[in-house]
Every structure is written in structure tokens, then in C-alpha cells.
């Protein structure tokens, strides 16, 4: 069905009823699975994504001979490796995506090369970080999330980072073909909007303007960007903030029941 | 382990000034998003203390912009700055100058004179690679094991080559931490009658020394104790990397002796040592004994699922109230198990709650 | 597998103090493309792009097929990359690496899914015959920038080709073969070329265009933009590496369009002196003349 944005100048409400520079509900947790060095679940309104992080550890001797016998292992840096599983239920057609599925190695790789931006992976050689990621349910900025997850279970999994990688979509509200130059910026796309306008990705590094991943998929006018960028950088920015909010409740509680010991300030003592 | 996803929240209020305040402002505004991507970036400086969040730090967290401090685990500087900038989500600890932070939650990291459990990944010429839950294998040379026949032995040929009849893939052996290379792996020494294979018992692994509760370091790591409804000893190995193990108590030659004799006594002992140091075989259990290692192992998990840290204290006082717990509500055969709710109720007399 | 050898730690060092200074090993600017070369072969649809050392081939070829039963109106348009052993010997025949994978993806973004070619015209009965259209891209060297060279071979082999001519009368669909009948182009809607932008320094603040194999091993993040000479986006893609300031991109953007400018011209003019090469004396004029009667 096509999306309808003719009433979007009217009431300068979205199809879900935002407006234009507002998030979807992000709900997200973390440590959901104990058995694993991190975890975490993301909800950004329909699109849910779960994520478990192995590592850092050395993997075992390598299967498959000798040949290659530790020649990556051997390297400076842990190597972030990326998996991405997407259910089968996870979209309303029903669709079986292989393991060679070009769409998914690239975000795989996508995901994997934006965490090991920011995590210290010099910090632990031969080493192999893990990130297991599990798409339960699409709905638009699916490579947002799977960043978004990604970063938390990393910071559950207690790997040295500079900050957190934080994601979200931006778009424009009237489609290419318009022409219309006066389009204003979206935020955070639902899949609908998602299939008829021009929208693209982008993840920042915390709270500055240093973007990590850009990927825009959609044809767009050159002049458009900036606004779409502005807004995307923007949104990233109120991401981080409740992706940190996640993670300092959750530390919050560890202190309560005494899971952790409580820090010291620098004023408390001198 | 159960994957466990609360019911969702209501949305919690954006606090963001980058938010228009009030709806007119947004339907107004028709130029592009509420930030100038020229400006440079606000520097964020949470003063800790005044946080509503004592002691939390997150990563990218700038806990000090001043230059009298020194830098410790957890924390970086960006280029440019003098900022110490935490990397993890933890907790901050201080040492004079030193600033760290401890993780809520992270991997073992080794120290020399650790004890440790691990089990053997990968056999290699002149020594083992073995997996202590660190973020790299640790190593057990050839030379740092007791050979059979005599502590005092030189290493030779014939030991490299039947290296696998000492440990094979997959065994599980105690160990302390003799040194960490510069890049943090560690390597181990067995050179103890105490250390060695692993037999007769149960393993389990909890977090261990990295953060986040689990395994603590302690004074003892290892210790022997009385099994309750006619079980016999049971010895617990703690290892600090967060794997436990907990087997039946099988006397050494030494305490066979009583200690008494001096230079008999080392032979025997060595001949001992040789016939069951690197045996694979366990000894008989009896079913009383291994019930009370499972229960032991059921504290354990108990311990760890609610929060609480592992170690002789606790692990005594929860091991005596889950017999107590046991006999105060007979149930058969089940009474051993200790999940869901009757690990919560055991946590709860622990606390004192 | 053999391992492509990775610079030294020195040789890096080199490279990237050079590059601080603005300069490069082989003395271009920043913002400079190595000198591109286009050849277009004897049969229609056969380019070959070379960038310095790179140098990638592209084939487009059609076929009659059956259209896929969800889309019925359109035709078939597939690209398909292969990057084989003769490239380098890191790369192994039917075991996609991760540079393949990415290069087909963005070829796939950029001509596919902006809609470059109209694949509607491609069909000839709905639902039961159609043009399957496809460009098979094989990269003869590699030094460097593979992204861009492919690109604009697979945009030129398209824009050279020639598919049979065909007539539909009373539901008899006739193909036609180049001696009946002079073959059509592709019904074309716009060029889209890709510019890859690799970045060095701490924090990603030196832009080069155009890296060589060695400048891409050193490198601490890449950005490929597509864009056609309209100045529309068809793909950015950013993925992952050290960040870089947004504005820093958006200059890259912009930098980019007046590229495009110079390929898509360039494309133009090479695709003329063919036509003209081809046209000797008019007398393309004349068979078609014949045709007609």
C-alpha cells in the first residue's frame, strides 16, 4: 500500500502521529541472558532485536588444518566478528534469507566495522570479540537497532570503548520523484515510510558530530542532505542519551543489591 | 539459561534540549533539525557526585578534565584533551593518584598467585594452552607441572612426546598464575600437590574476578568440609576465574602418613603421586556424597542467579541452611534443587531479608 | 588461502606522514583521480575501465527469458561480480570475500535500485517474455579503488550496448538479428557513478579521492557516494571505520558532484566517438534505410 503524505502538510503529523523530529518509543535492556559475557534486547517502536556478545577470548585451535593454524589469531588487535540472524517471522511476507544473503553480510559487516571503531580492541590480542545478533521483528531502521543493540551488549560485556555508537534513520517527507525542495527532515523511520522516501542511517560516535556509519540506500537530491544529516546526528544524539540511561539504572540496581561495590568519589576522600 | 524480557515500560520523558519545548515552536519551524552540525560538540562533564546516579560511570563519561590525576584501568584520554574518560560502564576506584574503574560486569582478568580452574583447550609440543574464562588461553609449560616419578626430575624427550598422557583436551585442572606476559596472558604452574587434574566431581562456572559478583578473592580458595546426611568430605576449588569445582575428599599420601615420617614418607608419596596425578579414572562416589556435591552446586548457582558473591563464608552458611531448608520441607528426591524460588528463599535467609 | 602481504608498520608511517603533508607517493593532489581510461570494444556493450593500475572489465549481455511470476512487467537486470584469483590471489573462485560481497552490493545500490536502467522497457509480453539483461563485471588488476573503476565500466558497458530489436504483430513476437535490423539501446535513465573517499589522521580528518592499493590497506575508514550529474543521491554508504565529522562529509558530497560531472561528460564524449567510429560515411543510415522497406 502506498504511504499516503499528502496529510503530512496539514497537520504536519506522520502516519503513527509524530511529528517530525520525534524518536519511537526505545525500549531496551540489558543483561537478559546471564549465561552470556553481555547481552541486551532493543525495541525501537516495532523493530526488535536481541544481542549477545561472546568474548573477548581466543578462540581454540582452528578447524580445518593446520594451514591457516593461528594466522589470525596472531594479530594485535581483537577482531570484532558479527553475526546476524533475521527470523523468519520477523517481516509480515514470510521470507527465507539465506546465510550468503548480500544484504546481511553487509550489515554484518557494517555492524562489526562501526563497534571496532570505538571499542579499545587493541587492548586485548589474539583475540576474538563475538556479536550474535537476532532481528525478531522488522519495522523499519533495522540497521539502527542492530547498532543500538550491538553497543549495549558491549557495554554489559565490560569491553573498553571511547563511546557509545549510537544510531538512528533520517528521511524527508515528500519523495524523491516530487521534486519538492521545501521537504522537511524526519526522524526515525517506520518501515512504511521507510519504503516510499528517501531516508538513510546514520551512527555517531556519543554525543559529537563524528559520524561512524552513513549508509543511504535511497535516491535523494544532493541539497537535501544536509537537512536529512542534521537531523539523523541529532536523533543519534537523543539515542545515546537513552541507550546511557539503560545502562545506568541497570548499574544502579547492581549497587543496590550489592552485586558491585560501590565507587569512590574523587571528592569523598582529600 | 532462561532468556528473561520484562514487560515493557511506559516511555520515560526526553530530557533534551535539543527537543522544541513547546508544540507551537515544532510546527513553526520548518527549517532543518535543532542542531547546527558547525558548533562544536558541549562537552559533557558529569560530576559523579552530583549525579543522580552515585558512583556509575559510562563509557565516553569524562570523570576528570584535571591533569593531577593518573590514569588507571577502564579510563582513557582523548587525544588533544586531558580529560580522563571512562571506557567501561562501572564503577570508580581510587588509589592515591590512580583512577580505575571497575566494570559492573566483565571478563577474569589474571594476577600472579591466582587460582584458578581451567580445562585444556589445545595441546601443543612443549605445552598446554588452557581456558581460564580470561580473554586469552593461558599456558602450562611442560616444565611448570610435577612430572611423575619424583618432583625433582628433569624434563625429558619422552615427556614431550607422551605429553598427552599428563593432560588431554578437554581436562580440567587447578592452577595458580605464575606470571602475565606484557599483552595480559598468563602463564600457570602446577608445581603443588595441591594443584593438578581434576576428578572425582562436579564443575561449574560463575562469573569470576572481573566484576560484577561471582568468585571473590579470599583468603582460602580451597577447602575441605563435612558433607551433611552421611556423605563424606566434600573439597570445594574455587577457582578466582569464576569455575568452581566440587569433588569428594580424597586423602593425600601426606595426611595417610599423619606427617610423621620425613624420608619414607616422600618416596611413598611420590610413588603415589605418579599412580594417580594424571589419572582419568574416577574413584567410587557414593550416592550420598555426590547428592551433597550437587547441593553444593545448586548454592552455588543459587548464590550467583540472586546477586550474591561466592565465597568459603557464604558458600559454608548457604550450604547448612539449603540442608536445613531441605529437611524442613521433605519432598523426595527434589530436595536438592535449589532454582527458581527456593534459591530465592535461600538468598533471602542469607541477606537476612 | 594465500594472504595478501600487509605493509610494514614504517611503510605505513610513510604514507600517512605524507599523506599529513598533502602528499602522495605518486604526486597527485588530494582531490585527484588517477587518469581514467575508457575503451570500448568492437561489440556493443564491452568497456574497459582503467584507473591507473586498476583495470575492470564489464559485458553486458541479453537474453529472452521469463519474467519472475511476482514481477510480471518487468524485465530481468542482474550485475554480477567476480573477483578471481587472476585479481590476487587473496581472492578464491565461488567463496565470496567480504570485498566482493561489498562491491556487488554497491553496484547493486547504485545501477539497480536507483533505477538507471528502466527495467519495464525490458519486457516484452507481460508475464511471459522478457529481456534479461546482464553485465558481468571482471576485475583484470587491482590497484586501488576497484569501487569507482567498476562502476563506471558497468555504467559505460550499458550505456554502449545494443539489445536485438523486436516487433510484436498479432501476438507473434519477432526477434530481430543485427543484420535485419540495427539493434536498440537500452532505454537509459540516468548515469550514476560512484566516488569512493578514504580517510586518514586520528580522527579522520585528511579526505582522499581515488586511493591506491596501498593508500586503501592504510586507511582508517571509507565513505562511497553515488551520485548522478543531476546532483541526486543514489547511495552513500559509510560503513563503519573512524568517525568523521559530519560536515567533513557533506563537503565530501559536494566534492563528489563536480566528479561526476567531469566521469559523466567523459562517458559522453567516448560514447560519441564510437558512434562516429561506427557511423563511417552515413552508412549506418543506409541499412537502416533498407530495413524500412
Request: proline content about 5%.
Given at each position: ?63 580445518g588444518g593446520g594451514i591457516g593454524g593461528g594466522a589470525g589469531g596472531q594479530s594485535k588487535d581483537a577482531e570484532v566478528v558479527v553475526n546476524i540472524v533475521i527470523a523468519g517471522f520477523s517481516s509480515v511476507d514470510r521470507k527465507r534469507r539465506g546465510r550468503g544473503d548480500k544484504r546481511t553480510q553487509e550489515m554484518q559487516s557494517t555492524v562489526a566495522n562501526a563497534l571496532a571503531a570505538s571499542l579499545h580492541t587493541h ?83 556519543g554525543d559529537s558530530d563524528r559520524v561512524v556509519v552513513l549508509v543511504c540506500e535511497s535516491r535523494v537530491q544532493i541539497s537535501r542532505l544536509e537537512g536529512m544529516l542534521a537531523v539523523g546526528v541529532d536523533g543519534c544524539k537523543q539515542v545515546r542519551e537513552l541507550l546511557d540511561r539503560v545502562v545506568r539504572e541497570k548499574g544502579q540496581r547492581m549497587i543496590l543489591e550489592g552485586t558491585v561495590e560501590k565507587g569512590t ?6 | ?353 | ?153 558497468v555504467v559505460s558497458a550499458l550505456r554502449h550496448f545494443k539489445k536485438p530489436d523486436t516487433s510484436m504483430e498479432g501476438g507473434v513476437l519477432t526477434v530481430y538479428t543485427a543484420a535485419e535490423r540495427e539493434p536498440v539501446p537500452l532505454s537509459w535513465l540516468h548515469s550514476p557513478f560512484c566516488v569512493t573517499w578514504s580517510f586518514y589522521g586520528e580522527q579522520g580528518e585528511i579526505a582522499v579521492l581515488d586511493a591506491t ?81
Open positions: 500500500m502506498p504511504l499516503d503524505t499528502s496529510t503530512y502538510s496539514l497537520a504536519l503529523l506522520r502516519v503513527d502521529g509524530r511529528r517530525w523530529n520525534e524518536l519511537r518509543r526505545l525500549h531496551a535492556q540489558i543483561r537478559t541472558q546471564a549465561a552470556a559475557d553481555g547481552s541486551s534486547y532493543l525495541e525501537m517502536g516495532h523493530t526488535k532485536v536481541m544481542c549477545v556478545v561472546t568474548g573477548p577470548s581466543e578462540p581454540g585451535p582452528r578447524r587492548l586485548f590480542p589474539h583475540s576474538q570479540i563475538n556479536v550474535s545478533l537476532h532481528v525478531l521483528s522488522q519495522d523499519g531502521s533495522l540497521l539502527a537497532a542492530l547498532i543500538n543493540a550491538a553497543t549495549l551488549a558491549c557495554v554489559d560485556a565490560g569491553i573498553p570503548m571511547t563511546d557509545y555508537v549510537a544510531a538512528c534513520t533520517a528521511g524527508s517527507t515528500s519523495t524523491y520523484a516530487a521534486n519538492d525542495e521545501s521537504a522537511d527532515p524526519l526522524l526515525d523511520l517506520n518501515h512504511q515510510e521507510e519504503q516510499e522516501l528517501p531516508s538513510l542511517t546514520v551512527a555517531t560516535l568519589g574523587l571528592n569523598d576522600l582529600d | 539459561m532462561p532468556i528473561t524480557i520484562h514487560p515493557p515500560k511506559p516511555p520515560r520523558p526526553l530530557i533534551s534540549d535539543n527537543l522544541p519545548s513547546d508544540d507551537s515552536d515544532s510546527d513553526s519551524d520548518t527549517s532543518i533539525g535543532g542542531v547546527d552540525l558547525g558548533l562544536p560538540p558541549k562537552k559533557r562533564l558529569t560530576q559523579f557526585t552530583s549525579s543522580p546516579y552515585t558512583g556509575i560511570v559510562t563509557p565516553g563519561e569524562i570523570i576528570t578534565p584535571d591533569p593531577q590525576w593518573m590514569r588507571g584501568h577502564g579510563t582513557y584520554i582523548p587525544p588533544q584533551t586531558t580529560d580522563i574518560t571512562s571506557s567501561l560502564a562501572g564503577t570508580i576506584t581510587r588509589t592515591n593518584k590512580l583512577i580505575s574503574v571497575r566494570p559492573l560486569r566483565a571478563r577474569y582478568t589474571p594476577e600472579v598467585g591466582d587460582l584458578v580452574v581451567g580445562r585444556i583447550v589445545e595441546v601443543q609440543a612443549k605445552r598446554w594452552r588452557v581456558d581460564v574464562g580470561s580473554t586469552q588461553l593461558a599456558s602450562l609449560p611442560l616444565s611448570a607441572i610435577n612430572l611423575p616419578g619424583g618432583i625433582l626430575r628433569k624434563r625429558t624427550e619422552t615427556d614431550e612426546l607422551q605429553i598427552r598422557t599428563f593432560f588431554a583436551e578437554g581436562d580440567l585442572l587447578v592452577a595458580e598464575v605464575q606470571q602475565l606476559f606484557q599483552d595480559g596472558g598468563a602463564v600457570l604452574h602446577t608445581r603443588s600437590l595441591k594443584y593438578g587434574k581434576l576428578r572425582n566431581g562436579a564443575f561449574v562456572a560463575v562469573s569470576g574476578m572481573g566484576g560484577g559478583g561471582g568468585v571473590v578473592r579470599s583468603r582460602r580458595q580451597a577447602w575441605t568440609m563435612e558433607g551433611a546426611n552421611g556423605a563424606g568430605q566434600i573439597d570445594v576449588c574455587l577457582g578466582v576465574n569464576g569455575y568452581v569445582w566440587i569433588s569428594k575428599h580424597v586423602e593425600t599420601p601426606a595426611e595417610l602418613e599423619g606427617g610423621g615420617k620425613t624420608a619414607a614418607g616422600i618416596t611413598n608419596m611420590e610413588e603415589n603421586v605418579s599412580a594417580t596425578m594424571y589419572s582419568s579414572q574416577n574413584d567410587k562416589v557414593d550416592t550420598e556424597t555426590m547428592r551433597e556435591i550437587a547441593r553444593l552446586r545448586g548454592v552455588i548457582t543459587a548464590l550467583v542467579e540472586n546477586g550474591l558473591r561466592v565465597d568459603e563464608e557464604m558458600l559454608n552458611r548457604g550450604y547448612h541452611e539449603a540442608v536445613e531448608m531441605a529437611m524442613v520441607d521433605w519432598n523426595g528426591p527434589d530436595d536438592i534443587y535449589l532454582g527458581g524460588e527456593r534459591g530465592e528463599m535461600l538468598a533471602a535467609a542469607l541477606t537476612g531479608k | 588461502m594465500p594472504r595478501e602481504a600487509e605493509p610494514s608498520l614504517n611503510e605505513k608511517q610513510f604514507v600517512i606522514q605524507a599523506l599529513q603533508e598533502n602528499l602522495r607517493l605518486d604526486g597527485r593532489e588530494l582531490e585527484q583521480y588517477r587518469p581514467l581510461e575508457l575503451t570500448l570494444g568492437d561489440q556493443y556493450g564491452v568497456a574497459d575501465a582503467t584507473l591507473g593500475k586498476t583495470r575492470v572489465l564489464a559485458k553486458a549481455s541479453a537474453e529472452l527469458t521469463v519474467p519472475y511470476t511476482d514481477r510480471p512487467l518487468d524485465g530481468i537486470f542482474t550485475i554480477a561480480t567476480e573477483l578471481s584469483p587472476m585479481t590476487s590471489p587473496a581472492f578464491e573462485l565461488n567463496r565470496p570475500t567480504e570485498t566482493e560481497v561489498l562491491l556487488s552490493r554497491l553496484l547493486e545500490k547504485t545501477v539497480r535500485r536507483s533505477n538507471a536502467l528502466d527495467t519495464e522497457s525490458l519486457c516484452l509480453i507481460a508475464g511471459q517474455k522478457c529481456w534479461s539483461v546482464r553485465v558481468d563485471v571482471h576485475v583484470l588488476s587491482h590497484d586501488g579503488n576497484l569501487i569507482d573503476a567498476a562502476c563506471f565500466a592499493w596501498l593508500e586503501e590497506q592504510v586507511r582508517v575508514g571509507s565513505c562511497t557516494i553515488s551520485l548522478n550529474r543531476h546532483g541526486e543521491i543514489c547511495q552513500i554508504s559509510k560503513l563503519g571505520g573512524t568517525p568523521v565529522e559530519a560536515v567533513a562529509l557533506l563537503q565530501c558530497s559536494a566534492v563528489s558532484l563536480t566528479k561526476v560531472k567531469e566521469f559523466s561528460t567523459y562517458l559522453d564524449e567516448k560514447l560519441a566517438e564510437d558512434a562516429k567510429r561506427r557511423n563511417k560515411g552515413g552508412l549506418l543510415a543506409e541499412l537502416s534505410a533498407e530495413n524500412d522497406r
